[in-house]
């Protein structure tokens, strides 16, 4: 047997926080790391196998010979197998050959913590250090005025693998053309922030990213960590936030990943009631298990510390808050109040944002739940999640089947629009329209629109005008700005060709312009998330499907007066009710020709009269397009 050395990076302190769910960087202890002892530079391996008789490393130093180079285990029933390897250096691939106590049974497994993962369909780990020097130092120090609850956060969600093809030799674009390609287009279209379907490691394509293996190592189908930090600097240097996609709410089964890790359930719940997934065919997590927290909050923050990433959206945060989600009667056991709710789950969430929150206040977390739970994105301190935002699933919902709807029937469903101002402000609401809204036959966003060709654009340019007016973040899928024809495919790409053509031109241009309006007017985002930034002029002219609303900033020159026309039928001289006397100018149009509009209803600027309406003392009368949407401001 080869000499393995006696090493350890963990102190005592480090066991003892690890045991009690509290260690959050034990990405700097375990998994493998170049050092050198006593003058001779190698490599320090280290595993949690607490169920484990013998625990070695295998791979290409050693010819995958199991028991060539076994750990130790650390006598303080930690369950932690360490050791230096002599002679091992960066590039080495490897994975942990586990005996396990429990009748012999031997699992192979790639390191839960490993910084690099070999490209699919191969699963070895990868012994690596990324050494990188940062160049985004002016963001990092402003960052928190970007993050801030009332800045302007507009969100291009982007898969990296089907954003755009390298066409002659069709494949991918790596990070790297990513940090050119993408970075430009994001930064011309006036997006704040990014958002990346999950980058770590996974080994089967067509799950997007969501069944992960590999939770410390970006995927290196695009190329390697250190191009991964190129593309955030990038975004970063160009005043462009990035949030990614994280998933602890599950894991695969495959058998390279963390399930049945050490011939134990050991990072999966191991009542299946509670630690399987029949939807996703996967494991979950076991919550209650104080070293699985640790692992989770650690990889939390390791994103954040060592990727410098500005946020994470939390993916299916539902499905890990009750016990009976997607179960059938029987198939769940309630908690110990008899209730639904998972208890040890909510605890662990709690503890990863107060986590996050306390060593990166200048960024988000962001749930994706879909019920209504109360207080997702309240601090723990009164008993809510302790999220930044939360996507508005309900909006999202009730607006895309009012808009799947020929416009003369809308006036008997003006509700599916107005009842999202009923709770808009019990939850810090980002207005979501992601990739699962265009998939699994729910057809493109532009699919769902009712009508001719023009009609079908204009309804899609008044659905982006009325999202970036409500209150609240928004978020768009990639190719819903070019108004995409067809579904998503993962394997494909956004039909860029499309923009050869003036409607879908016209859409890109509208995207363009309402991300300026957002980040140039305080009105849509200063009280963007406080009852204070919103008032209704008239939501019940259902007749003529017209909806009119201010939405309101820290100073009253500052606020927006909206009116939106549901109906393909121009509304000229329409009198609306206005609070304060004075001059207003149209500083937004959705019908301009350069959108593919009609360019036939601008307004000129207004001037109120003493004339009441709307229960308000004067009033003005406006020039609504056809399917269209306008927006005045108070001119001096």
């Known amino acids: 047997m080869a000499e393995v050395l006696v090493y350890s990076r963990f102190t005592e302190f480090d066991i003892n926080l690890f045991k009690a769910g509290k260690h959050y960087r034990l990405y700097e202890k375990f998994g493998s790391h170049i050092t050198t002892v006593d003058g001779v530079e190698g490599v320090y391996f280290s595993v949690w196998a607490p169920s484990a008789k013998m625990v070695s490393v295998v791979g290409d130093f050693n010819f995958w010979t199991e028991g060539e180079h076994q750990l130790n285990v650390r006598w303080d029933s930690s369950g932690i197998w360490e050791g230096f390897i002599p002679g091992v250096g960066k590039g080495t691939k490897y994975k942990y050959k586990i005996q396990s106590n429990h009748n012999d049974i031997k699992t192979e497994k790639a390191d839960p913590y490993a910084r690099r993962a070999e490209h699919n369909p191969r699963t070895a780990s990868i012994v690596w250090d990324e050494p990188y020097t940062w160049k985004d130092k002016k963001w990092m120090s402003k960052r928190k005025k970007h993050n801030a609850l009332d800045a302007p956060f507009s969100v291009y969600e982007v898969h990296l693998g089907s954003w755009k093809k390298q066409i002659e030799e069709n494949r991918y674009l790596s990070y790297f053309e990513m940090a050119d390609d993408l970075v430009t287009y994001v930064k011309e279209m006036g997006f704040t922030h990014v958002e990346l379907m999950p980058v770590m490691e996974f080994p089967y394509d067509p799950s997007w990213g969501y069944q992960i293996t590999g939770y410390f190592a970006p995927t290196s189908r695009y190329g390697y960590p250190e191009e991964f930090k190129l593309l955030v600097d990038k975004l970063h240097q160009n005043d462009i936030g990035i949030i990614l996609d994280w998933v602890p709410s599950h894991f695969p089964e495959d058998a390279h990943g963390l399930g049945f890790f050490d011939g134990s359930a050991l990072y999966e719940h191991p009542d299946p009631r509670k630690g399987y997934h029949k939807d996703w065919k996967s494991l979950i997590f076991n919550y209650g298990r104080n070293e699985v927290k640790s692992f989770l909050i650690s990889n939390a923050i390791f994103w954040l510390d060592q990727f410098h990433v500005d946020g994470l959206r939390v993916d299916a945060v539902a499905s890990m808050l009750f016990l009976d989600y997607s179960r059938e009667d029987g198939e769940w056991e309630p908690n110990m109040f008899g209730g639904r709710e998972n208890l040890e789950a909510m605890s662990f969430l709690r503890e990863m944002n107060e986590a996050v929150y306390e060593s990166f206040p200048d960024v988000q977390t962001i749930a994706e739940e879909s019920t209504a739970f109360p207080m997702v994105s309240k601090p723990t301190f009164i008993g809510g999640l302790g999220f930044g935002m939360k996507w508005m699933m309900g909006w999202m919902h009730d607006t895309l089947q009012y808009f799947s709807k020929e416009p003369i029937y809308r006036r008997y469903h003006q509700n599916d629009l107005t009842f999202s101002m009923t709770y808009a402000f019990t939850e810090n609401f980002m207005l979501p329209l992601s990739h699962d809204e ?152 959705s019908d301009l020709k350069k959108y593919y509009g009609s360019g036939e209803y601008k307004n000129n600027v207004k001037i109120t009269k003493e004339k009441p309406w709307h229960f308000r003392d004067h009033s003005i009368e406006i020039d609504i397009p056809p399917l269209g949407m306008v927006a005045f401001k108070y001119s001096s």
């Open 438 to 589: 265009v998939v699994y036959g729910k057809r493109s966003i532009l699919g769902r629109m009712p009508g001719d060709e023009w009609q079908r654009f204009a309804n899609l340019r008044l659905l982006y005008s009325y999202m970036f007016t409500h209150p609240g973040t928004n978020l768009l899928f990639q190719g819903a700005e070019i108004g995409q024809y067809d579904e998503w495919d993962f394997q494909g790409s956004i039909d860029w060709h499309l923009l050869q053509y003036e409607p879908h031109k016209g859409v890109q241009e509208l995207l363009k312009d309402l991300n300026a309006l957002y980040k140039n007017e305080p009105a849509l985002y200063e009280k963007q998330f406080s009852s204070e930034g919103f008032e209704w002029i008239d939501y019940n002219d259902h007749e003529n499907s017209v909806l009119v609303y201010i939405r309101k900033g820290n100073e009253p020159k500052d606020n927006l007066i909206i009116a939106c026309n549901m109906t393909p039928v121009p509304k000229e001289k329409y009198k609306i009710g206005i609070s304060v006397k004075g001059k207003l100018k149209e500083v937004f149009n």
